[in-house]
């Protein structure tokens, strides 16, 4: 079967792509497909109307799409609480890969925000501090897409035990692509080994999952690697992925 064969499901029904038609078919299709095959249908489907997030963590899923989609849109959050290391990997990808890197900003600086809402927001209502600097910012930035590809796996959380390759993103009312869902953090150490791809330097000092500096901290040996984001505050999500 052939790429041309998965996008039976792009139909138009009075000139407008039918999104939910294409997730349907890609869905089934693609579920068990290699990562590479999931991102080349993506960029075949939506062209420029593609672009992925990263929270430069490392730069596995840039690596990969920029091999089939050289100059994709990359979309950086950028908090303004990230580590120095983040901005550092940001600063580098831009050198490395080619890529667009977009910095996506919140509508108020840390110093607006803690003006209008008071100081330490994140240690008070950590829900409404990621809605503001993480969910509302990149929900303005994916406007212009019709589609965007997300790094996340179902291993990392039981919250993202059921994600599938190609979703409906409701929320956005747009295409949600996670080539790497079915990976296991073997298959990711393998890969970024193999390919000599880029990381956050804080992966080496015990922070396996990398969010703001003011909520994420160092994990222990044993311990869940998603442990350290938001310890203590019964929070697992920042609200970009629900």
Request: with cysteine.
């Amino acid at each position: 079967m052939t790429l041309v064969d998965v996008e039976i499901g792009l139909r138009e029904q009075r000139g407008v792509l039918d999104l939910q038609g294409i997730v349907e078919s890609a869905a089934k299709f693609l579920e068990d497909a290699p990562a590479r095959e999931v991102i080349r249908w993506a960029a075949a489907t939506f062209g420029d109307r593609l672009c992925l997030t990263s929270s430069m963590s490392d730069a596995l899923l840039i690596d990969l799409v920029s091999r089939v989609k050289p100059g994709v849109d990359v979309l950086f959050i950028d908090t303004g609480y990230h580590f120095a290391e983040t901005i550092g990997t940001r600063d580098a990808v831009r050198q490395v890969y080619d890529v667009n890197v977009i910095d996506v900003k919140p509508s108020r600086t840390v110093e607006e925000q803690d003006r209008d809402l008071g100081p330490r927001l994140f240690g008070r209502n950590p829900d409404l501090c990621c809605y503001l600097r993480k969910v509302e910012p990149l929900n303005r930035a994916l406007e212009p897409y019709l589609a965007w590809i997300s790094g996340i796996r179902r291993d990392e959380s039981p919250s993202r035990a059921g994600v599938k390759v190609v979703e409906w993103d409701a929320k956005r009312q747009m295409v949600k692509v996670n080539p790497i869902a079915g990976w296991t953090q073997e298959d990711v150490d393998n890969y970024i080994a193999d390919n000599g791809v880029l990381i956050n330097p804080l992966h080496y000092d015990n922070y396996p999952s990398i969010g703001c500096a003011p909520c994420t901290r160092q994990v222990a040996e044993g311990e869940d690697p998603r442990s350290g984001r938001w310890a203590g505050l019964g929070k697992v999500e920042c609200g970009i992925h629900l």
